[in-house]
């Protein structure tokens, strides 16, 4: 167990839908992480916070945001949800942004259905 | 995108063979790291090796980075069933994002 929590496990939506991902850090650790796991484009960096500030942006589509909050937890939200979206996402904790040398510790990962 | 490349893509071994898998990656690098994967499940941390480093162990785990050639292997020694699983190497550049390859997937049979 990492100590990242993320929930749901699993969500099954339709296309053109909207949903959040919720992710709770490791406790003491203020940056969090965003990662697409999909068949195809295998694990993609999405998109990086930092207590409470976007900190760094890879393949993040347009349609999809996120935000930290106050106390650290983070919600990465999909809107107009295509096929294509479907993958496992993964939120992940480190404890600072200073360091590239800091590991990253993921959580189990929600798995996401566009039907 | 993908910065580092595993591999063999798959690898199959029995219960106390070695396994060994390569990362090549393209870009200076500050550190390496590997990472397991079960599944479909999340990810577990195994071992971080930094840029100015040759060669570290945890465990039954040898990890060796070459700068110059631009590679890493993840050497599993005396394996066990329950090392079946994926392993991604992730590079770490000046930046904080990780970079992964597509992940050897290695089965242990007993």
């Known amino acids: 167990d990492s100590g990242v929590t993320q929930t749901p496990k699993h969500l099954i939506t339709a296309t053109g839908q909207r949903v959040t991902l919720r992710c709770s850090p490791r406790?003491?650790?203020?940056?969090v992480y965003w990662y697409q796991q999909s068949l195809d484009q295998g694990l993609q960096f999405l998109i990086q916070?930092?207590?409470?500030?976007?900190?760094a942006k890879g393949n993040i589509l347009e349609r999809f945001s996120a935000q930290q909050f106050p106390d650290l937890h983070s919600e990465l939200n999909l809107s107009s949800l295509e096929l294509g979206d479907s993958a496992l996402y993964f939120c992940?904790?480190?404890?600072?942004?200073?360091?590239?040398?800091?590991?990253?510790?993921f959580g189990p990962g929600t798995r996401l259905t566009v039907l | 995108s993908q910065q580092g490349e595993e591999d063999p893509q798959a690898l199959s071994i029995q219960e106390g063979e070695n396994a060994t898998m390569n990362c090549s990656y393209k870009?200076?690098?500050?550190?390496l790291q590997w990472y397991r994967q079960n599944s479909g499940r999340g990810l577990v941390h195994l071992i971080l090796?930094?840029?100015?480093?040759r060669e570290k162990h945890s465990g039954r785990l040898r990890v060796t980075l070459d700068t110059s050639k631009k590679s890493s292997s993840l050497l599993i020694t005396a394996s066990r069933a329950a090392d079946t699983a994926s392993y991604f190497c992730?590079?770490?550049?000046?930046?904080?994002?990780?970079?992964f390859g597509k992940g050897t997937s290695l089965l242990v049979t007993p």
């Open positions: 992940a904790s480190s404890v600072v942004v200073s360091s590239p040398t800091d590991t990253q510790y």
């Open positions: 406790s003491g650790d203020l940056s």
């Open positions: 916070y930092y207590n409470g500030e976007e900190r």
């Open positions: 870009t200076s690098i500050n550190n």
């Open positions: 090796i930094r840029s100015n480093e």
């Open positions: 992730a590079t770490g550049d000046s930046g904080y994002a990780l970079n």
